[in-house]
């Protein structure tokens, strides 16, 4: 089980602090990932205000991760249905041959 440890994230100009198992590395990338998705959506959000900017961020992000998990599945199937193609193929070809 990996080590739980204290990190801090800046995130429009405040700074959260938290703990984690993830890599600092990690913590960066998402921290980065959420900022730039607050700050887009700051500057659509007519009203300015950072709780609705924060709500149009969740829903962007909830979008962006409902699009990966449908992809996955799509892939999912795809994989499933070629590697039964595949198996079918070297059934077929392990199989002695028929002869009159």
Known sequence: MATKKSVSV???????HMTTDASPERVDKIAEFLSKNLQQAIMKSKSGSPYQAAI????NITEKYFDAIEKQGELKSRVTEKSKKILGLLESAGS???HP
């Open 10 to 16: 800046r995130i429009l100009d405040q700074t959260f």
């Open 56 to 59: 149009l961020a969740a829903l």
């Open 96 to 98: 002695p041959a028929k």
